[in-house]
Every structure is written in C-alpha cells, then in structure tokens.
C-alpha cells in the first residue's frame, strides 16, 4: 500500500525568495517519488523523479528535491522563486517496478503563487 | 522523441450527448496508456489503463468507457454525459522498459451543460 500528503494546499512566497513544498509519503516498499508542475488549463510536466539513486535529486528549472527514507519525505526546493514558477504542483508514489498495472498515487496539489 | 496529442482541448456537450475524446503517442512502441480525469480543486482520478490493444482496465465504474483500437491509440467514451462528467481530462502514457515515469497530455477540458 502507499500513500501521499501534500501538506500545504497553498502556498505564497515573494519573487526571489526560497520554495519550499512538503511532501510526505507512506510505502511498503522502496518506492518511486515525482513532482509535477502543472501551469493553469495544461497537462503535467514532470519536474524530477526519485529512483533509489541519489537522494538528492536535481530537476528542472532549478528545481531539487532530496528523499529522505527516515522523515518519509520528498520535499521540493528552489532557491529563488521566479514569476513563472506559478503553478499546481503534484508529488507522485509509485511502486518501483513497472509490470503495467501498477499504480501511481497522486498527491492533492500545492498552488505556488509568487508575490511580485 | 516521443510525443502525446490529446483533442480536443475543449469541448462544450449538452447533458444526454456522447462523448469521444482521443489520445495519440508518437515516437514508441507498446506504451502503457493512462485516462485520468481532474475535477476542480481536487487531485488526480485514474480512469482507465491499458497494457496492449484491446485490454482495458477500468478503476472507477461510471458512464464511461474507454477503448485502445490502435497499439498508440486510445480513446475515452460516453453514450450519454452527465453534469458529473465535466472536468479536465489527461491521457498518459508510459514505457515499461525505460523506469515508470509518466508522461501527460496537454489535457482536454470538458464542461457538461
């Protein structure tokens, strides 16, 4: 079983100041984590995975994330948020091996808005 | 590259009419091939899933349905919409041999009236 908690719904921060949004995770497993950016009436764009590799994950736009397996976490960072970061974000579980019917677990979203 | 098209990207149907959206990956072979619906406010839903031609899985009974005539081809149907039906709809798609990323659609977005 595996689950996500997006634990802010909203967030506000001013342009040029860090991101930071919260995701933790529940799994039975070793599991694999994503974050996708979703800008207003477009699909998903994926933003950086996790796959028992580094922990510390770099993903785009200046973007990072670092797993940590003991605080069940995989939160998102950048150092200094940009007008265009303004978007939904989403943390995504999933089992890490793919036989075709696994099941990807979606976070409810986080809304990034960037004060000017 | 590989590439996903999803149309249309709006659509407006009367309560009672039928539904066709359609979903195409260019540039791989056997995908695995997502439906998922976003209503507003609220996370993602996963539809329909499909491993080859022909299969599907259904995760949530409803109205709709959702079929794969083509190994990059899938379409989500309905025979008579309900309000309930409106919201953004994203088709997906993924590899197996290549990790378990997913890859979205720019999304469809349907408003029942």
């Known amino acids: 079983a595996q689950s996500v908690t997006q634990l802010d719904s909203h967030v506000s921060v001013s342009e040029g100041t860090p991101v930071l949004l919260r995701c933790n995770y529940s799994s039975s497993y070793s599991p694999s984590l994503f974050w996708y950016v979703q800008h207003p009436n477009k699909g998903l764009q994926l933003l950086l995975k996790y796959t028992s590799a580094a922990t510390l994950v770099k993903g785009i736009n200046g973007f990072e994330a670092e797993f940590k397996k003991s605080e069940t976490s995989f939160h998102l960072t950048k150092p200094s948020a940009h007008m265009s970061d303004a978007a939904e974000y989403f943390c995504v579980v999933s089992p890490p091996r793919v036989g075709g019917n696994e099941k990807l677990t979606f976070g409810t979203g986080t809304r990034l808005t960037i004060i000017p | 590259s590989q590439t996903i098209h999803q149309w249309p990207a709006t659509l407006v149907q009367p309560v009672g009419s039928p539904l066709s959206l359609e979903c195409t990956v260019e540039?791989?072979?056997?995908?695995?091939l997502y439906w998922y619906r976003q209503a507003a406010g609220r996370g993602l839903q996963l539809l329909f899933y499909?491993?080859?031609?022909?299969?599907i899985s259904s995760e949530v009974p409803q109205n709709l349905s959702a079929s794969r005539p083509q190994d990059r081809q899938f379409i989500l149907s309905s025979k008579k919409l309900l309000l309930s039906d409106s919201g953004f709809y994203l088709c997906a798609w993924r590899i197996t041999n290549s990790g378990n990323t997913i890859y979205f659609g720019e999304g469809s977005w349907l408003t029942v009236v």
């Open positions: 499909s491993v080859g031609i022909g299969q």
């Open positions: 540039g791989t072979s056997n995908p695995n």
